[in-house]
């Protein structure tokens, strides 16, 4: 395992050709298990797949897919923001598993943000605390790869209730691999138990759905998995799974 950043190795398939795999794998991946997903997922892309990882309970999505692809690139986005807890689920997961963890950095520190956009943007505007700390940086990122591979479930809210095992990211303009769409929690957690794969602590004190601390809270039973991210704002997503302007669709 190593840690660095990076802009990944570049493409050699066309967008054409991307958009054609991405299409006749959903077709004929549509019910496929999720460890068959990782295995053709690797298998295609080989060291131009990339797995984006929160560092929460999606951490299993590393896990599954480096035993297809010993030491796959692991995107992680260091938004200056995160929990202790977060950080710590970053260094055991790059500890146990063989993988290349890279880190995807905002073009400004936090102090440096805080002194063009003034303190607590996340607060007044969190849609361009994101876009700066998050999308700009996974954008860069992604831009080297011909495919990436989320943690994103059908369960994680309503309007992720559709989401495809494998589709077309027109955002991106690459593959997008959702191997455990269909993963209920227990089925998640089992696997978790199963592997022995670390996840963050926060999932035991009421956080289901973890990102930046200063937007994060704790849910109550009962409320949606995601009822603690944005609190008190008209925002559901960061902008990383939606086109841009369409923030709130996926």
Known sequence: MSTLTSHGPGRVRTTDELRSLAAAAAHHLADAPADALASWAAETFGARLVVACSMAAD????????????????LFLQTGYH?????????????????????ALPQLTVAEQDQRHGPRLHDRD???????????????ELAGYEAWVTGLRREDNALRAHTPVVEWDEAHQMVKVNPIAAWSLDELMAYVERHQVPVNLLLDEGYPSIGCAPCTR?????????????????????????APGEEGTR
């Not at 929990?83 to 880190?103: M, S, Y």
């Not at 969190?126 to 954008?139: D, F, G, S, T």
């Not at 039973?221 to 902008?239: I, S």
Request: hydrophobic share 40%; glycine share 8%; charged share 20%.
């Open 59 to 74: 951490t299993v999505v590393p896990h599954l897919v480096s035993q297809h692809l010993p030491g796959v690139d692991v």
């Open 83 to 103: 929990f202790p807890e977060t950080l710590g689920t970053r260094d055991a997961l790059a500890h146990v598993l063989d993988i290349r963890l890279v880190e």
């Open 126 to 140: 969190p849609l361009a605390c994101c876009a700066l700390r998050k999308v700009e940086p996974i954008n860069r």
């Open 218 to 242: 704790p849910v109550a039973p009962g409320e949606d998995p995601r009822a603690g991210r944005w609190a008190g704002h008209a925002k559901t997503e960061c902008g990383l799974h939606v």
